[in-house]
């Protein structure tokens, strides 16, 4: 594929509201993990909340998008110039000329649990005050952040499950590549909600513990929240020192059952080829792997094995999930963008709370940071229905 | 913007007093008149019995249109875009209304089919398809979402794509606030390249135009009711065989413009 510039991008999950926070909490090999405190929620489970979002009221005009899924996407958005930069891209470009592309699994679906429980004693009517196309609907977050721009472009969000915010950059870089847009505004966002943390127990995916990715006793997931975002525009003949380009994509699905991935990660293996084959590299081209390392046992067991045989057990890799939880549909664009601080630090950041290794995955896990540059890295996000998708990231110098 | 185009080589429908496309296309072309009538449900013969039961009526509805698209193709070698204006209905009521209640176990059914993938999900055990599948969704506007998702991966990766937009009823209370009355959907397989199977090829751009609306009064308050439905005045023209050009719903900022020019003349 024509590589795209990340010409700006910036995140906010519970390590760091914004990329200075988030990069010294990797520096410092911190965990924003914390015991469940989550509105009524009574589980044994710890969470990566993002304290800040308490505090965010909606900007003048996008009150009817007032939720926590949406605050947490305006406290990201504003962080870094990040705004500035998309405001600079559109009078550029032109803003029906720059596309939107949210990756969200849930969205604001906490607005519908708290509308059921204020529901009518008569008729058990939902409140008058509760507006489901712009809080709750999977569009709300794509749509607010076109209506907070004012862009005039495609405007689409992008749910599948945890790959969610993975898929938007292959969304996006299909349409630049078909001609339909010059930029895009790509990213992800999921927040707390009764139904992931109810839903991922009753499964019994959520661990008692900070989740330990690729830990011999790993026993599941922390839920997180984050927004990350991106601008993705054609990458010139002149780029800045550092720049950090898209280089590859790679999608596939599993076709072997809807919540638990094919044993041997096969699924999760045509992905990674896939982005390795559009990128045009060699799997021994890439410096750093951040995997999808979820914690559960089934999870980085598959991703284990595909990830063995196709780099070996010496490619430097970790998840990051055990500092920032799983953050669902909000992962693959929070580890884009770890991954972008990764290339421009020259910072390999380790899996924290993992202890013990899983001595049945033989891969070269970081239990430390490492500092050396790096040219090319990969992320992995998977997700329920069997649904994978691998990026790679690379230097442009 | 650059003019997008594909050849349609198969066609999907399901909806109110709509079963399939060859019945469908005699209501659309006038030949016989529109009745309406519950959407029916087709078990997913595709699927294993195990992930049968699991199914709901969303995921039964987006199964059996891509079945009739794909007809004749190897669906396990197709890519996908599903498109949904907010997932399966019945199932959110269900999950919210246990949540709010003092018994917060919800099942693990219930869950892995809140996912708005679910029907991604389900076709890919079904037709054991390994290839992309594209999830989305843009509220009312998600039939042009997903139609312009599959024309730009038809042109960039140059390969068939399977087009999946499907809605189903929403319960009260949340009907109030959604209020969608009924199951439909359609499929549309999209070529790069004419085929003996093609049926039309179709031209699409964004454009500031209103939107096309249908001359039957109740295939009009059908468009207007339910989102995947949004895909009439295409289905009308793709129905009557003739060179049309039309504008289907998107945003509230933009629509798609279509031109459809028939590869055979109408049966």
């Given at each position: 594929?024509?590589?795209?510039?990340?010409?700006?991008?910036?995140?906010?999950?519970?390590?760091?509201?914004?990329?200075?926070?988030?990069?010294?909490?990797?520096?410092?090999?911190?965990?924003?993990?914390?015991?469940?405190?989550?509105?009524?929620?009574?589980?044994?489970?710890?969470?990566?909340?993002?304290?800040?979002?308490?505090?965010?009221?909606?900007?003048?005009?996008?009150?009817?998008?007032?939720?926590?899924?949406?605050?947490?996407?305006?406290?990201?958005?504003?962080?870094?110039?990040?705004?500035?930069?998309?405001?600079?891209?559109?009078?550029?470009?032109?803003?029906?000329?720059?596309?939107?592309?949210?990756?969200?699994?849930?969205?604001?679906?906490?607005?519908?649990?708290?509308?059921?429980?204020?529901?009518?004693?008569?008729?058990?009517?939902?409140?008058?005050?509760?507006?489901?196309?712009?809080?709750?609907?999977?569009?709300?977050?794509?749509?607010?952040?076109?209506?907070?721009?004012?862009?005039?472009?495609?405007?689409?969000?992008?749910?599948?499950?945890?790959?969610?915010?993975?898929?938007?950059?292959?969304?996006?870089?299909?349409?630049?590549?078909?001609?339909?847009?010059?930029?895009?505004?790509?990213?992800?966002?999921?927040?707390?909600?009764?139904?992931?943390?109810?839903?991922?127990?009753?499964?019994?995916?959520?661990?008692?513990?900070?989740?330990?990715?690729?830990?011999?006793?790993?026993?599941?997931?922390?839920?997180?929240?984050?927004?990350?975002?991106?601008?993705?525009?054609?990458?010139?003949?002149?780029?800045?020192?550092?720049?950090?380009?898209?280089?590859?994509?790679?999608?596939s699905s599993?076709a072997?059952?809807?919540?638990?991935?094919?044993?041997?990660?096969?699924g999760?293996?045509i992905?990674?080829?896939?982005?390795?084959?559009?990128?045009?590299?060699?799997?021994?081209?890439?410096?750093?792997?951040?995997?999808?390392?979820?914690?559960?046992?089934?999870?980085?067991?598959?991703?284990?094995?595909?990830?063995?045989?196709?780099?070996?057990?010496?490619?430097?890799?970790?998840?990051?999930?055990?500092?920032?939880?799983?953050?669902?549909?909000?992962?693959?664009?929070?580890?884009?963008?770890?991954?972008?601080?990764?290339?421009?630090?020259?910072?390999?950041?380790?899996?924290?709370?993992?202890?013990?290794?899983?001595?049945?995955?033989?891969?070269?896990?970081?239990?430390?940071?490492?500092?050396?540059?790096?040219?090319?890295?990969?992320?992995?996000?998977?997700?329920?229905?069997?649904?994978?998708?691998?990026?790679?990231?690379?230097?442009?110098? | 913007?650059?003019?997008?185009?594909?050849y349609i080589d198969g066609i999907g429908?399901?909806?109110?007093?709509?079963?399939?496309?060859?019945?469908?296309?005699?209501?659309?072309?006038?030949?016989?008149?529109?009745?309406?009538?519950?959407?029916?449900?087709?078990?997913?013969a595709m699927l294993?019995?195990?992930?049968?039961?699991?199914?709901?009526?969303?995921?039964?509805?987006?199964l059996?249109v891509g079945v009739e698209a794909g007809a004749g193709q190897d669906l396990a070698g197709l890519a996908t875009v599903?498109?949904?204006?907010?997932?399966?209905?019945?199932?959110?009521?269900?999950?919210?209304?246990?949540?709010?209640?003092?018994?917060?176990?919800?099942?693990?059914?219930?869950?892995?089919?809140?996912?708005?993938?679910?029907?991604a999900?389900?076709w890919s055990i079904g037709a054991g398809a390994m290839e992309t599948a594209?999830?989305?969704?843009?509220?009312?506007?998600?039939?042009?979402?997903?139609?312009?998702?599959a024309?730009?991966q038809v042109?960039?990766d140059g390969v068939p794509v399977l087009l999946i937009?499907?809605?189903?009823?929403?319960?009260?209370?949340?009907?109030?606030?959604?209020?969608?009355?009924?199951?439909?959907?359609?499929g549309l397989l999209l070529s790069p390249r004419?085929g003996p199977q093609s049926?039309?090829?179709?031209?699409?751009?964004?454009?500031?135009?209103?939107?096309?609306?249908?001359?039957?009064?109740?295939?009009?308050?059908?468009?207007?009711?339910?989102?995947?439905?949004?895909?009439?005045?295409?289905?009308?023209?793709?129905?009557?065989?003739?060179?049309?050009?039309?504008?289907?719903?998107?945003?509230?900022?933009?629509?798609?413009?279509?031109?459809?020019?028939?590869?055979?003349?109408?049966?």
């Amino acid at each position: 594929m024509k590589p795209l510039l990340l010409s700006h991008f910036t995140a906010t999950s519970c390590i760091g509201t914004g990329l200075s926070a988030t990069f010294n909490s990797l520096r410092k090999q911190a965990s924003g993990l914390k015991q469940c405190d989550f509105d009524t929620v009574d589980l044994d489970t710890w969470i990566g909340r993002v304290d800040d979002v308490d505090g965010v009221a909606m900007k003048a005009g996008m009150e009817g998008w007032d939720c926590r899924n949406n605050r947490l996407l305006q406290l990201a958005l504003e962080q870094d110039g990040f705004g500035d930069a998309v405001r600079a891209a559109a009078l550029r470009y032109g803003r029906d000329r720059i596309g939107v592309f949210i990756g969200t699994s849930t969205s604001g679906i906490h607005q519908t649990e708290l509308a059921y429980r204020r529901r009518d004693g008569e008729d058990g009517a939902l409140p008058s005050d509760f507006i489901y196309a712009t809080t709750h609907n999977t569009f709300s977050a794509a749509s607010f952040a076109q209506r907070y721009f004012d862009l005039q472009g495609p405007v689409t969000a992008v749910s599948s499950a945890c790959s969610s915010s993975a898929k938007v950059f292959a969304s996006a870089a299909r349409m630049i590549a078909a001609g339909v847009i010059d930029a895009a505004l790509v990213g992800g966002v999921d927040s707390l909600c009764l139904t992931t943390l109810y839903g991922f127990n009753s499964l019994g995916l959520t661990s008692s513990e900070p989740c330990r990715p690729y830990a011999a006793g790993r026993s599941g997931i922390s839920i997180g929240e984050a927004a990350a975002l991106a601008l993705l525009e054609p990458a010139g003949e002149t780029l800045p020192e550092g720049a950090v380009l898209l280089t590859g994509v790679g999608e596939s699905s599993d076709a072997y059952h809807m919540s638990s991935p094919h044993p041997d990660g096969l699924g999760a293996r045509i992905a990674m080829e896939k982005a390795l084959a559009a990128a045009g590299l060699a799997s021994a081209d890439i410096g750093y792997i951040n995997l999808h390392g979820t914690a559960t046992p089934s999870n980085d067991a598959a991703e284990g094995r595909a990830v063995a045989a196709l780099f070996g057990s010496g490619t430097p890799c970790s998840s990051t999930k055990g500092a920032t939880g799983h953050t669902l549909g909000a992962a693959g664009g929070l580890e884009a963008v770890i991954c972008a601080l990764a290339l421009r630090h020259g910072l390999l950041p380790a899996g924290v709370n993992t202890g013990a290794l899983d001595p049945d995955l033989p891969l070269a896990y970081l239990l430390e940071n490492r500092e050396q540059p790096l040219r090319h890295v990969l992320s992995n996000s998977f997700g329920f229905g069997g649904t994978n998708c691998s990026l790679i990231f690379s230097r442009a110098d | 913007m650059t003019n997008l185009h594909a050849y349609i080589d198969g066609i999907g429908l399901l909806g109110p007093g709509l079963t399939g496309w060859e019945a469908g296309r005699l209501v659309l072309s006038g030949a016989q008149p529109y009745a309406a009538a519950k959407t029916a449900l087709p078990a997913p013969a595709m699927l294993p019995a195990a992930e049968r039961r699991r199914s709901g009526p969303l995921v039964r509805v987006a199964l059996a249109v891509g079945v009739e698209a794909g007809a004749g193709q190897d669906l396990a070698g197709l890519a996908t875009v599903f498109s949904s204006s907010g997932g399966d209905g019945v199932n959110c009521h269900e999950l919210c209304e246990m949540l709010a209640s003092n018994d917060r176990q919800v099942s693990p059914t219930r869950f892995h089919n809140s996912v708005h993938n679910a029907a991604a999900g389900y076709w890919s055990i079904g037709a054991g398809a390994m290839e992309t599948a594209s999830v989305l969704c843009a509220y009312d506007g998600s039939f042009g979402a997903g139609l312009l998702e599959a024309l730009a991966q038809v042109a960039v990766d140059g390969v068939p794509v399977l087009l999946i937009a499907a809605d189903n009823a929403y319960p009260e209370p949340l009907r109030a606030a959604r209020p969608i009355p009924d199951e439909f959907a359609v499929g549309l397989l999209l070529s790069p390249r004419r085929g003996p199977q093609s049926i039309a090829r179709i031209g699409a751009a964004l454009s500031g135009l209103p939107p096309t609306v249908m001359a039957d009064p109740a295939l009009e308050a059908l468009r207007g009711a339910i989102p995947a439905a949004r895909s009439l005045p295409l289905l009308d023209a793709l129905a009557r065989g003739n060179p049309a050009a039309l504008v289907l719903d998107y945003l509230e900022h933009s629509r798609l413009a279509v031109d459809v020019a028939p590869c055979a003349p109408a049966a």
